[in-house]
């Protein structure tokens, strides 16, 4: 099937103009967005080739957008084709695809408007909405998400993950001391033992834990911004699905600040405390904000340090340090530090999670 069949699955002229992009990443994860005009009609034509996409989850992906819709959040919609279905399976380049379609957004992205986003206070003027967004959708305990989101931990993804993101980065982290840096073998063993003890703490409290269904890939990408640069919905779902409240809250609640901008002195902030700090002070002060937007759960409470002992330490950024700076044994020092330093870290979450009278 080339584009002029694809094009006739959704309107039964060719558009007047279109135009494409290869958005795949790499051979495992194949994607072309096509953008086609009609004069009655603007879409995003998606055609994948992944073990994420298929048409089953492309329905929960439009009641996704639905439920947001009626929350009061523009979404695009995904819509069906010319013969009723959300979702149809094709030969494209000699694979089979999913091929599904959803409106051009009458919005623009934090990414398009780019410098033109303000900054009020040091956050961008969207930043607070778009946490208030996660609470309502972590309120509202939505049910009909059969999978796990992209930013699911203690399962996988998809059929082709070895396990969730976290688990992945630990154990090449784990592999590149052993097969790189043997002199901290014996040191790593320490770091390890804690990640699996509170890992398997983690497990005897999470399925306890409220679930919803997340966008789950809250990016300057997928943000819409109205015309006063204020939060107005989000696109793109195809990392959607059921989720904790508290992984998807704690996973966003970093955004806004950049861990990974050089410092001069040491070309890698990661290791300077105060930045860290920083890191530290801005998750908690969205921690406080959000608590007035969202109610949490005893059990919630209860998971708090666990998961931040879970998520915090072994996320990509130590890992890349570590790819980059496997030579320099003080940097590699300063990472196991910081690493058993959030291992270790003691926050009152229950005190800072508790809501105010």
């Known amino acids: 099937m080339d584009f002029t069949e694809i094009f006739q699955l959704y309107h039964k002229d060719p558009p007047y103009s279109w135009e494409y992009k290869d958005t795949s990443r790499g051979e495992e994860d194949f994607r072309r967005t096509v953008f086609a005009e009609w004069a009655d009609q603007r879409l995003v034509i998606k055609i994948a080739c992944n073990d994420f996409t298929s048409p089953r989850r492309v329905q929960i992906w439009q009641k996704t957008a639905a439920a947001y819709s009626a929350m009061g959040y523009y979404c695009p919609q995904i819509i069906a084709g010319k013969n009723g279905n959300l979702a149809e399976t094709v030969e494209y380049e000699g694979r089979a695809c999913v091929v599904y379609a959803e409106e051009r957004s009458r919005f623009q992205t934090a990414d398009q408007l780019g410098e033109r986003v303000i900054l009020q206070n040091g956050r ?87 679930v919803s269904v997340f966008q789950a890939d809250l990016n300057p990408g997928n943000i819409l911004l109205d015309a006063d640069m204020r939060f107005a919905g989000v696109l793109d779902f195809n990392l959607s699905g059921r989720d904790t409240a508290l992984n998807v809250l704690f996973r966003e609640l970093w955004i806004n600040f950049d861990e990974d901008i050089p410092d001069k002195r040491e070309n890698n902030m990661y290791y300077v405390e105060k930045n860290n700090e920083k890191a530290l002070q801005s998750f908690l002060e969205n921690l406080l904000l959000i608590k007035d937007s969202y109610h949490f759960t005893q059990a919630e409470k209860k998971a708090a340090p666990l998961l931040y002992r879970y998520l915090r330490p072994f996320w990509w950024r130590p890992l890349h340090a570590l790819k980059r700076d496997q030579n320099d044994p003080a940097k590699v020092g300063k990472i196991l530090d910081w690493i058993e330093n959030e291992q270790t870290r003691g926050i009152d979450f229950e005190g800072i999670m508790e809501a105010r009278p």
């Open 124 to 210: 961008y003027i969207y930043h607070d909405d778009a946490l208030r967004f996660l609470c309502e959708v972590g309120s509202a305990g939505l049910d009909f998400g059969d999978f796990p989101s992209g930013l699911c931990i203690l399962e996988r993804f998809c059929p082709s993950d070895p396990c969730d993101e976290i688990m992945e980065c630990a154990l090449e982290f784990k592999g590149g001391i052993e097969e790189q840096l043997p002199q901290y073998t014996q040191r790593f063993q320490g770091i390890w033992s804690r990640f699996l003890a509170n890992r398997s703490s983690l497990e005897r409290l999470y399925s306890q834990l409220p």
